[in-house]
């Protein structure tokens, strides 16, 4: 490809991340993976990553970047302008996927599934869009959810994520300065994809066996 792009993509460790970051390396950009943990949890999705892009030699980079810590955020998207000199494209991929009656989470739960499916992208967005605005191109890229327009059994926790997710991406269309050349869109990955995010295990005690919520599966 004469012109590459610079792709950052969060929650690449698995599932749509870990796919879209292998066929936009594949499509000759140069594409870094954005997850979490990489030398812990993460450290086999990262040498995935690593091993596909010397077996296919692409550009296909791995970047420690957990998206519910500011802090890491800041430093992920620095390392990446650090070694690339700019950042193109950010795809917001991260999300937690959660499976049970409503009345089964705490508030403290829902809202931690709030923060890392909803709030995570303000980070991302804080951290990205000042070296966009600079450049005066990029494009924001938001992977979101059919269940914006209506949920599904058992969902219930989650599918406030992609509808206010949603209302985010909407506003961020809105022209904000004439300094401002970045463009944003939305895309709902197709449901005959399957992905390992709704792997069921058991988390907290349920008051009953009729309300054991499933343990957050994640995209990070």
Request: glycine share 8%.
């Amino acid at each position: 490809m004469s012109n590459p792009k610079v792709i950052l993509v969060t929650g690449a460790s698995s599932g749509f991340g870990a796919m879209t970051v292998r066929a936009l390396a594949d499509a000759k950009h140069i594409v870094y993976a954005g997850m979490r943990d990489i030398g812990g949890r993460n450290a086999q999705a990262a040498a995935a990553a690593r091993r596909y892009a010397d077996e296919h030699s692409v550009a296909l980079r791995t970047v420690e970047m957990d998206v519910s810590d500011q802090a890491s955020v800041d430093g992920g998207v620095a390392a990446v302008l650090a070694e690339a000199g700019r950042i193109d494209v950010i795809i917001h991929n991260a999300g937690h996927m959660v499976l049970g009656p409503t009345e089964a989470f705490t508030p403290e739960q829902v809202a931690s599934v709030y923060d890392t499916n909803v709030l995570s992208t303000q980070r991302v967005n804080r951290a990205v869009l000042p070296a966009m605005r600079a450049q005066r191109d990029g494009l924001v890229l938001w992977v979101g959810s059919s269940s914006s327009r209506g949920g599904t059994p058992r969902t219930s926790a989650r599918t406030s994520r992609p509808r206010r997710q949603k209302m985010r991406w909407q506003s961020a269309t809105l022209p904000s300065s004439p300094g401002s050349a970045s463009r944003q869109q939305s895309s709902c990955p197709a449901r005959s994809c399957r992905t390992p995010i709704t792997s069921p295990t058991p988390d907290a005690p349920p008051t009953n066996t009729s309300q054991r919520p499933m343990k957050p599966s994640t995209r990070r």
